[in-house]
């Protein structure tokens, strides 16, 4: 260690020198003693504004850093700081102004150049993952490079990011962490690109000892990268996919890092780990009743917007590598954060490859009015966004037709038919909902994915309720994309009593029901027309119901022919009472009817053959 000692009576100086300086490691820390020891100052005092140093040599230089003064002394700084000793020799002095020396955007702030200052000044620092990237950016500001001195501090802070923090995955968060307030300086020295490739490396090595398996042990990781910027956590996962880790887990990754930083959709608190919006979470609120964003900020939504255009841009093409539920999440804050349209249409397009994995209240996407966006006056607003899950299915039938020939479609699109008519029930509550887009996003299924139209049938009824001014025309227009044919028994019941529908439909449900009822009474196979799980178990129960009407079926048939054996032998009783009883002038007057026709039959024969040899060929009507 090295020490100065300044004589102001006789202007001479003592120096008294050693070749060593001393390190003391603490733990996760380094308290590093500078060479050289000044003994200027004897202490320092700090008020609000101001920083000094008490010595009985009064301060030659001050120094503003953001809004504090430093008031100081010129040897210290000078013999170590290349960039004071560049400004002191050829700038003029600002003395106006309150102070000589103005540095704008230093690195740290106030904090860092304070212990900077203790450096200079010989007094020990510590060097911790917590400041070692900010000490490291501001000494680079100052220059304070070995041509300086030997062992200044860019060199002691280089050996301690490289060698400890470094080495440590929690170290390593936490410089990462701290370089976020240090742009662009940590981008410049390749401080953010050696932590984020440290991180990635620690994480494949992970994942490769453990097989890659999704578990608890395999995502230990998700909580602390999740603590990151956006940018610090997109290229982190840019360097863990360039080395291999599956998609599976780095889709689970976006997902734990979507749950807490994206915004809940009912104004509550939901991402306060998330590093871009922890101070200012509680000042965004939505009302989603009102339409519209209540911001308190502009520069909150356009981070929040950062983060879902990050998080979309960076999804894997994979299919199943994220939920459909966090897609359809994504996409909702999507539009109310007005994100970029691309985007929005390629995620629309994810979600059309997973549409079967979705549930009902997942496709309620609200319909919002972003900002001063200004809504069509000629077109009612309907509460739901029918527009985006119209597109999202036409999305997914696409994807059907191009796998029809690889792929089974049957079971997909059976649960697709069940999710949209229960949409369609959901949507058809909406007064504004129009005839026309109901019937269209209805009619988007080909017909042969439903095997059942009781969900339909049960989306029609909420609609006609829900709008009882329909025409007699619009209810039958209505009703057309519904078949008759494929409702269930309890659905035809239930139509064939319904007010509602028009008369000819209640007609085509009663026929349909007669015909159900027929094949099931006949023992003719009956179809299954829904494919839900409860219908399927009771199938025992309809088979048991039919064996049984049967049964009855059969006793019927043999009180039919009792019945008709007896009315047999009461005819037979009757008609021989009649005989004993009857007039001598019925018999005659039966015998004089049949000799009467019998002559006019002669009659109308010779008639025929008379005309027959006159004009052979022709056809004469008889006369009755």
Known sequence: MQKLILDEQEGTSDHHESNESHHQVHDDQLVVVPTMLNAIA???????????????????????????????????????????????????????????????????????????????????????????????????????????????????????????????????????????????????????????????WKIFRENSTAGEIITNEGTWWFDDVATLRIDFFMRIITAVRVKGVKPEIIGSCIMNYGEKCLPSMYGDTRGMDCKTSTNRRNDSQWSITSGRIGETSIGQNKEQRTIIESLISILPPQKETVSCKFLLRLLKISIVYAASPALISELEKRIGMVLENASTNDLLIPTYAVGDQTINSN???????????????????????????????????????????????????????????????????????????????????????????????????????????????????????????????????????????????????????????????????????????????????????????????LQQEYEKTNNKHRSPWTSGWRKMKKSALFIRKMIEDETQEGEHRVKPGRRTQSIS
């Open 379 to 569: 077109e009612e607003q309907t509460i739901h966004n029918i527009d985006v899950v119209q597109r999202i299915l036409d999305y997914f039938l696409m994807y059907e037709q191009q796998k029809l020939q690889q792929q089974e479609l049957k079971s997909t699109t059976l649960n697709i038919s069940k999710l949209f008519d229960s949409y369609l029930a959901e949507i058809a509550r909406d007064p504004n909902v129009s005839i026309t887009k109901f019937r269209v996003l209805a009619e988007s299924l080909p017909r042969h994915a439903r095997t059942c139209h009781d969900g339909l049938y049960r989306a029609i009824d909420t609609y006609l309720k829900t709008h009882p001014s329909l025409s007699e025309h619009d209810r039958r227009r209505l009703c057309k994309i519904m078949d008759c044919g494929k409702l269930s028994l309890d659905g035809c019941m239930h139509a064939a009593q319904n007010e509602r529908l028009p008369m000819r439909i209640i007609i085509q449900v009663l026929l349909s029901e007669q015909v159900k009822m027929r094949a099931a009474v006949h023992g003719k196979d009956i179809t299954e027309s829904d494919d839900n799980s409860d219908k399927e178990n009771r199938w025992s129960s309809t088979k048991n119901e039919v064996k049984s009407l049967r049964e009855e079926l059969e006793n019927v048939k043999i009180q039919m022919g009792e019945l008709h054996r007896d009315y047999s032998e």
């Open 42 to 200: 004897d202490g320092f005092v700090k008020k609000e504004k101001s920083w000094s140093a008490t010595s009985q040599l009064p301060s030659d230089l001050s120094i503003r850093v953001e809004d504090v003064t430093f008031y100081i002394h010129k040897y210290p700084l000078i013999a170590r700081c290349g960039y004071i000793n560049q400004i002191e020799l050829h700038e003029p002095k600002n003395s106006h102004l309150g102070y000589d020396i103005k540095l704008e955007k230093f690195p740290g702030g106030s904090e860092t150049f304070e212990t900077i200052l203790k450096f200079c000044y010989g007094l020990p620092i510590s060097l911790n993952p917590a400041n070692v990237a900010a000490l490291r950016c501001g000494s680079e500001y100052l220059e304070m490079t070995e041509a300086m001195e030997e062992g200044n501090l860019i060199s002691k802070t280089e050996a301690f990011f490289t060698f400890v923090a470094l080495s440590s995955w929690n170290d390593t968060i936490a410089v990462l962490k701290s370089c976020e307030r240090l742009s662009p300086w940590a981008e410049n020295l390749q401080i953010v690109r050696r932590c984020c490739d440290s991180i990635a």
